[in-house]
């Protein structure tokens, strides 16, 4: 059997994240997927590059959250040349639109608090500088103004995971795609890792990350971490002039042109991923009433993904008590964390100590809790 110094099981945007981090560190590290069939929120994330809604009543995500963003810019000139192309990460400012009064004053309410965490870089704009900020933008008249965090912004998230597996492999990683992990024991001072297509490797350090299927495999060396499927829908249009110059929570203008729409949040314990023709119009009519200029596009895809959620949807990590050298890392924010992940997680699970923030993070939080919608 294969010896690595550490497996990875999961091969999304989390898993190879680490498992990248790791590579790029000198481990031998193996990451372990599923494949085309996993049911992976990467592939259909919105790519939001997002600090002012994360960790709302959570200090610890929220500063995980800002150092993640700070390096940001390194992550993205070094996934750009391993993609061999450009990974489009555009830190402009980020918004929440407002339609109305009501949601106005609700998101004042929400800045206000914000700022009594420690996050003092959002703000709210009126719609007299949102108009500054965004000269030309025909919004509606129905937007009253927005929160704005200058630190905000977004990328190619298909392209950063394939700037992501090309460093793994540049760096001596191995990806093993094909068949899910059904058990796994000890073998002397390794972990062996058996597979549903009949081959087991060896590694001294095992990363569960694995979105939906965490529970199940976190099981396996000894924790306890609860993650339930919470389907999103997105909406892609046709290419159009520039119309949009920042990004917004559900509403952005990718680097090609295209406007993407989001996005549900549909809490219901399914691990089935249609779309609906109900929720694709809701999220339509309300990407109109920012810019009804789109109420003239051809939509040109939709898709839906599962996030995996934890009971109070804030990121878990940790290490075995039972299983020495065996870790979890999941959370629904695998873009915005992505460079947290391929950094200082990634040298904490190679030194055996979670970093700061990361450590605060414990599942142990979940026991005699139930789960609180997503957000």
Known sequence: MERYDLAVLGGGMVGTAIGFGCAERGARVAVLDEGDTALRASRGNFGLVWAQSKGDGMYPYAAWTRRSVALWPALAERASSLAGRD???RAVGGLSFCLGEREMEARRDFVRRRHNQGHHTVRIVDRRELLELMPGCPLGPEVTGASYDPTDGHVDPLTLLRGLHAGLRAAGGAHLPGAPVTAIDKV????????????????????????????RLAAMVGLDVPVRPVRGQNIVTERLPPILPLPASALRQTGDGTIQIGVTNEDDGSFETPTTTAALARMAAQAIRVLPVLARARMVRAWAALRPMTPDG?????????????????????????????????????AGTLPEHAADLHPSRFVGMTHVPAH
Do not use: K, N
Request: net charge negative; aromatic share 8%.
């Open 87 to 89: 990974v489009q990460y």
């Open 188 to 215: 002397g001072g390794f972990h062996r890792i058996h597979r549903a297509d009949g081959t087991a490797l060896l590694a001294e350090r095992i990363v569960v990350a694995a979105g939906v299927a965490t529970t």
């Open 314 to 350: 804030f990121p878990a990590y940790a290490e075995s008590a039972t299983h020495p050298g065996c870790f979890v890392a999941v959370c629904h924010s695998g873009v915005t964390l992505a460079a947290a992940h391929a950094g200082p997680l990634a040298e904490g699970i190679l």
